[in-house]
């Protein structure tokens, strides 16, 4: 029952689910086909509108595409050239760039060794003085193309390589080294007409060969093809070494040239300090750079054991190299311990996590059986990555980087599941950032039977097996690429085991396992929905294979899922409509408001052009006691009301009521007196209050 539940899900199998061909998927594919169908049918003959947006971005892409051409920033074809010397540009990016670096770095490494050691040993210079010829004149072919090369190598601009060629000469010569590379092609072997080679012998030190001391100045491209080989290489602390190494040999090589020439100039023999030349074996070549060389290297490292300097010259020279052996010696010895103690950094570091680790188990007492499994899982991890982290190394890269290394590493292995078959390389590619790695020791247990499925693995390397409660009866083997747990992260609605591990498994060596969280695999899907649904249906089919499925409740589940999509869809339009008739509303809004401002302001301004309101303006501020003798008026009258009679009450009383209800209070056919007349006023003539 166990194999069926869950080791078939885990078997690994090669088989590669076919595509759902239920009800529910064709009625899919027909609706999806008949849209697009629908959308290509309205979409024919219909012209696109002017977008003003896409003419612009046009108009600024052609605009930026010439001032790129003006700038060189293109390909070499688009280049327009007249000759040779304009198309010419060099990618310092390409391997055959590398190499010519590597060629011009020998012709530099010959020419710091052999002009100043044919200068001072002569029986070296006359010895194959043919082959010296044909070297120094290849050298010098070299010097002349790489300055050709070097005027022509591309750089970035605004991320761009340039490509102009007399752009690219115009940044070269704005460097300060262009006259280094030109001082070293001076043709000083122009000096031979004069000062022939052959006329060197040992009373005539230095030879003529020292005047192409002038080719040590291209040494910088030496150093930069160095900097490019400790970049590139695999082993960059080695070769950090071996270039300590090369530097401290052509320190003591010059030195011991430099040695052999004072010799001379003191006279040889003159004393037991200088060279003693006399007897055949010290007159040959071998016995005079070997003597020279080791009296260097004793010297420069500062251990002595050489002849006492007997005179001035000689005390001055040995004190110089003393403080060149303690300065420079001391400092590439310093770099050389550096350089060792960083190559077995990360095994210090890995011996120091593990000696923290025993002092915390024996700390808490946990027993000699674990601490035993614990240092063998340590030896196991050194042994397979040397305890590689992988996330503090990848720390520097960019995202896009990371997620090409992880896909060149993980995808094979990804798509060995079988519900991740025939998906979408972008899911895939999601997926692969979220696989972590799992070491198990041998005994370990990767989930037990009615565990909560929260992750699925894949097997990358080891042994597992499926035993059942008892822990003895082995049920299935697993190995590498077998997949376990896929279904129980997809959360199907009617899985009998209710997304539980019906299986133990077991590792039963030392196993590598890719681990992907339900967590992380429901974040990536919801991009994907397509994907999701298809992978929800090759789960259905999973568990239906093994009778793990109830129909009813998937069923149930999927139409409220749909009734939720449905209500979410319906109420995402309600959203939308209402965010739409809103912003109408707005826009009317302040459409409105606009207009008002726009009358209110015109509306000031005709009242203060108004001639009439001005008047009226001027005959009050003239008459400015109108307004007091109405009112004196009116409380006369007011008096006179105070001694009428009840008929004037009855009045005032219908003035008041009158007065209340918001209208105009009139009186009229009745004075104060009860007569016909009231002051000035006439019968039948109406007096307003």
Not at 339 to 367: C, H, L, P, W
Not at 452 to 463: A, F, H, L, Q
Request: include cysteine; hydrophobic fraction near 40%; charge should be positive.
């Amino acid at each position: 029952m166990v194999q069926r539940i869950d080791i078939s899900t885990i078997s690994g199998g090669d088989k590669i689910l076919e595509p759902s061909t239920g009800r529910r998927g064709k009625l899919s594919s027909l609706r999806r086909s008949l849209n697009a169908l629908r959308c290509r049918i309205s979409k024919r003959g219909r012209s696109k509108p002017p977008d003003q947006f896409l003419d612009k971005f046009s108009a600024a892409s052609a605009t930026s595409d010439t001032r790129l051409h003006q700038a060189g920033c293109v390909a070499p074809q688009a280049v327009p050239s007249d000759g040779v010397c304009s198309r010419l540009s060099v990618d310092p990016s390409l391997p055959s760039h590398y190499r010519w670096l590597s060629v011009v770095s020998l012709a530099v490494l010959y020419n710091i060794i052999f002009v100043i050691g044919r200068a001072v040993f002569w029986e070296l210079n006359k010895q194959a003085s043919v082959l010296w010829w044909i070297l120094d004149s290849l050298c010098d072919f070299i010097y002349l193309t790489d300055t050709l090369v070097h005027c022509h190598e591309g750089y970035l601009e605004q991320g761009l390589l340039v490509r102009d060629a007399p752009k690219l000469r115009k940044h070269y010569f704005s460097k300060q080294r262009w006259w280094l590379d030109i001082v070293s092609m001076l043709p000083t072997d122009l000096a031979y007409i004069w000062w022939a080679p052959s006329s060197c012998a040992a009373t005539r030190l230095p030879c003529p060969i020292i005047v192409r001391i002038n080719r040590l100045l291209r040494l910088p491209r030496m150093w930069e093809w160095f900097d490019r080989t400790e970049t590139a290489t695999g082993y960059p602390n080695a070769f950090r070494i071996c270039k300590v190494v090369l530097a401290i040999l052509v320190l003591i090589h010059w030195n011991a040239c430099l040695y052999f020439a004072i010799s001379y100039a003191l006279g040889f023999s003159t004393d037991n300090w200088v060279y003693n030349i006399n007897g055949p074996k010290n007159l040959t070549l071998s016995r005079q750079y070997i003597y020279s060389f080791y009296w260097s290297t004793l010297t420069l490292t500062t251990i002595g054991e050489t002849p006492t300097p007997e005179n001035d010259a000689e005390y001055l020279f040995v004190v110089a190299d003393f403080l060149a052996g303690v300065l420079i010696f001391a400092t590439i010895v310093g770099n050389i311990g550096s350089m060792i103690s960083n190559m077995n950094v990360t095994r210090v570091e890995f011996q120091n996590r593990m000696d923290g680790v025993k002092q915390y188990m024996a700390f808490r007492k946990v027993g000699g059986e674990l601490e035993a499994r614990v240092i063998r899982w340590f030896a196991y991890t050194w042994a397979q990555s040397g305890a590689l982290d992988e996330e503090r190394v990848l720390a520097a890269l960019p995202d896009k980087l990371k997620a090409e290394i992880a896909i060149r590493v993980h995808m094979d292995t990804l798509r060995q599941v079988r519900i991740f078959q025939d998906c979408e390389p972008g899911l895939l590619e999601a997926l692969v950032l979220k696989l972590k790695l799992q070491v198990f020791s041998p005994g370990d247990y990767i989930c037990r039977k009615g565990d909560v499925g929260k992750e699925m693995y894949i097997v990358k390397r080891g042994s597992l097996s499926v035993v059942a409660d008892d822990g003895i009866t082995v049920l299935a083997t697993l190995g590498a690429g077998s997949v376990f747990g896929e279904v129980s992260v997809l959360e199907i609605a009617g899985n009998r085991t209710g997304n539980r591990r019906t299986a133990n498994v077991r590792s039963i060596g030392y196993s590598d396992l890719f681990c992907l969280a339900k967590r992380d695999l429901w974040e990536t899907l919801a991009d994907y929905p397509e994907a999701r649904a298809s992978l929800t249906e090759r789960g259905c089919q999973l568990l239906r294979k093994d009778g793990l499925l109830d129909e009813a409740v998937f069923a149930n589940a999927q139409q409220t899922q749909d009734s939720l999509e449905s209500g979410v869809a319906r109420l995402e339009q309600t959203v939308e409509n209402l965010n739409l008739r809103l912003a109408r509303l707005l826009a009317e809004y302040s459409a409105s408001q606009a207009k008002l401002k726009q009358r209110i302001s015109k509306l000031e301004d005709r009242v203060q052009k108004s001639p009439t309101s001005k008047g009226e303006g001027k005959t009050q501020l003239q008459h400015p006691s109108s307004s007091a003798s109405n009112a004196a008026r009116l409380r006369t009258q007011r008096r006179k009301s105070h001694s009428s009679t009840t008929t004037t009450t009855a009045a005032d009383e219908s003035l008041t009521t009158v007065t209340a209800s918001g209208m105009t209070p009139t009186v009229t056919g009745a004075g104060v007196n009860g007569t016909g007349s009231s002051g000035n006023s006439g019968p039948g003539r109406q007096n307003t209050l």
